[in-house]
């Protein structure tokens, strides 16, 4: 199974670019887009509705243009959930979690720590409720996929320029720690699990800096699983050199 994340920073603009053709080529089974900027009714039906796929849409509640994920998938899960239970978050459009008969697929669009004190805020907390949220999953019993942008790189070989952002949002002290606190429940960062000494592999790259020319970079989007499903992934990639957004797709190969 062929799972894609994508953050395209607003589908329609991404449309025009003609990724879908590079999508359809791909051919993925799973394909989870964020920050899409759009209501499904903005979309064409192509988009809307995807030759193949069943399509799930969670569009930001509060304004047009904001926020926003998708997936299209081959296999119609169980069931499919547009939230985390708690209105201030659910309503940014940020979440969709998909149960399938071996694994639930979570679809996240977290939130940025900037624009001041009370985004960061808004960010530790909605890290918290989804922490909770796929530890009860793991209680249960479910195995956990988790993909999309966290908006935080992990490690100082995660991003180019970590001493210069050790004060920016993206790679704060306590954004950092969240993910240290994921680990130790168990998940499992796919990437750095496969590949732990890895260099200059990035995933997103500012555009006003053309940053992206210089590798200039951050790995902030991530394939997370369960320790227990770790044994199903055969791969994992970051498609570095597939453009249409300010992130590149990173694609998660189950066995």
Request: glycine share 6%; aromatic share 16%; hydrophobic share 35%.
């Amino acid at each position: 199974m062929r799972i894609i994340s994508w953050n395209v920073n607003g589908i329609r603009a991404w449309y025009k670019k003609d990724k879908l053709d590079w999508v359809i080529q791909y051919d993925p089974d799973i394909f989870c887009l964020q920050e899409t900027k759009a209501h499904p009714e903005q979309l064409p039906e192509e988009l809307k509705n995807l030759h193949g796929y069943f399509s799930y849409f969670s569009s930001s509640q509060l304004k047009k243009g904001y926020s926003g994920v998708a997936v299209y998938t081959k296999v119609e899960p169980e069931k499919v959930e547009y939230g985390m239970g708690v209105e201030k978050f659910d309503q940014e459009g940020r979440f969709l979690a998909l149960y399938f008969k071996n694994f639930v697929l979570i679809n996240c669009y977290f939130p940025n720590g900037g624009m001041g004190p009370h985004r960061l805020e808004y960010k530790m907390e909605f890290y918290e409720t989804f922490l909770k949220f796929i530890k009860k999953l793991e209680k249960q019993g479910s195995n956990v996929v988790f993909c999309g942008d966290v908006n935080t790189a992990h490690k100082e070989i995660d991003l180019a320029r970590p001493k210069q952002n050790e004060k920016n949002t993206g790679f704060l002290p306590e954004e950092r720690a969240w993910i240290d606190k994921v680990i130790q429940n168990n998940f499992v960062d796919v990437y750095r699990v496969l590949y732990p000494e890895k260099l200059d592999t990035y995933t997103y790259w500012d555009m006003k800096t053309v940053a992206r020319d210089r590798n200039v970079g951050w790995r902030i989007d991530y394939f997370f699983v369960s320790q227990d499903f770790v044994k199903q992934v055969d791969d994992i990639k970051i498609l570095g050199d597939v453009y249409g957004s300010d992130h590149c797709p990173i694609v998660l190969e189950l066995k």
